[in-house]
């Protein structure tokens, strides 16, 4: 049985049974490194998402259905389904129609289907949660007939790709025409090799050019076809843009001096991570520091507005830190909150003893964060924007593949 029949029957009988059960949850499936999500409420299809190229898929579909859509990023869950999140709120903003959210969700779903039938040795997992959904539109969710027929059609597109012996190339590669003098007397004018140079020029993916050409993957292909069997093309693989929630928050950084640093000293990364994914949204800067020590350093060179500091770290601890800082005269005013899962009365009474403004248990949530940070440091101005247009961000108009 060939990778596509093991692909497309794996997916459609999954698909059937649950549906059949009206599971919620998320389907996972994976290949190696790569990681592909199918959620699903009440048996029917909410979006699919996940593989190599999560944002150039997104930015695709938005280039194709909705070009000037333009939407507030503050408070968006960078975390799970963002761009679900964006579509509903697309919607309540009247920024785009239901149609057009329609159309996005098809096209995500498709290349994701496309992906996923060519694999023959997925691992899966079910996990039923209704932690993804806090709201769901009902006109938005796939039937499982209306799956099937997705599936299907799909399927349809990826054998006439293994027709046309392109089985081993994946349409999230990128192409690049090589510099050859065989290319030369292939009769084509200088004029066409630049442009085919341009369009083939190993940073365009395949679903890429193919978007920009407004054809299917197959037909966009194609034309690269016989330059493969005379081995003119390399495939290289390119990396994912970024999330226009990343984008959000560059822009956020760049806006402008006024914006206040906060320094986050934990030895734990994921925690930086969720402070800095918290307080940049909203103003703030954020300075991560695992080690405690080369942290001294950093936070006298950029001193910043408010220190969030962990008890429990290697070399030292968060009680010895702070009394250091205290006894150093630019840091005698600064606000020190404890961020720690050390909560005991013992441990908060040693806080305020070694001179720390405020304590915060672990694990503390987004809101509880804001807080402390608008209590100690106040957002000088503006800063950032409310709301940045798609154009504003890298989308697959700005996609270097010239006109052909």
């Known amino acids: 049985m060939s990778a596509s029949a093991i692909g497309y029957k794996m997916l459609s009988h999954t698909v059937a049974v649950l549906g059949q059960k009206k599971a919620t949850g998320k389907l996972v499936l994976e290949q190696g ?28 579909a938005i280039g194709q259905h909705c070009r000037n859509f333009q ?66 539109t009902s006109s938005l969710l796939l039937s499982v007939t209306e799956v099937e027929k997705m599936l299907c059609s799909t399927e349809h597109i990826w054998q006439k790709w293994k027709q046309m012996g392109l089985w081993l190339v994946d349409p999230e590669q990128a192409p690049l025409l090589k510099a050859s003098a065989q290319l030369q007397e292939n009769r084509f004018s200088s004029n066409s090799l630049m442009v085919l140079s341009n369009v083939f020029n190993g ?14 993957v197959t037909m966009a292909t194609r034309a690269l076809v016989n330059y493969m069997k005379q081995g003119l093309v390399n495939f290289r693989t390119v990396p994912d843009l970024p999330s226009p929630i990343e984008q959000w928050r560059l822009a956020a950084v760049s ?38 020590m080369q942290g001294v350093g950093m936070i006298a060179k950029h001193k910043p507005a408010l220190i969030f500091m962990e008890v429990l770290m290697p070399k030292t601890s968060g009680f010895a830190l702070c009394h250091f800082l205290r006894k150093t005269p630019a840091f005698r005013e600064t606000p020190i909150v ?11 009474t040693r806080a305020k003893f070694t001179g720390a403004t405020d304590f915060l248990s672990k694990p503390a949530n987004a809101e509880q964060v804001l807080e402390i940070a608008d209590k100690y440091v106040k957002v000088k101005g503006e800063g950032q924007p409310a709301a940045i247009r798609s154009d504003d961000l890298l989308n697959s108009q700005q996609l270097t593949l010239a006109n052909s």
């Open 338 to 348: 404890f961020l720690t899962t050390q909560d005991s009365i013992m441990d908060r």
């Open 71 to 136: 939407v507030d990023l503050r408070d968006l869950d960078a975390a799970e389904l963002w761009e679900y999140q964006l579509l509903q709120r697309g919607l309540a903003a009247r920024e785009m129609s239901l149609e057009q959210a329609k159309a996005i969700v098809h096209s995500s779903v498709s290349e994701v289907f496309f992906a996923l039938i060519g694999q023959s040795g997925l691992r899966r997992e079910w996990r039923p949660s209704h932690k993804y959904f806090s709201t769901v």
């Open 203 to 216: 940073e365009n993916t395949l679903w890429d050019i193919a978007d920009k050409k407004k054809q299917c």
């Open 33 to 60: 490194e790569q990681q592909w999500q199918l959620y699903f409420f009440q048996g029917c299809l909410v979006y699919a998402t996940g593989g190599a190229h999560r944002s150039r898929r997104w930015y695709r």
């Open 255 to 292: 806006a402008g001096p006024g914006r206040p640093l906060i320094a986050c000293i934990d030895d734990s990364p994921a925690v930086c991570e969720f402070l800095e994914q918290t307080l940049s949204p909203q103003g703030y800067r954020v300075l991560k520091i695992q080690d405690p």
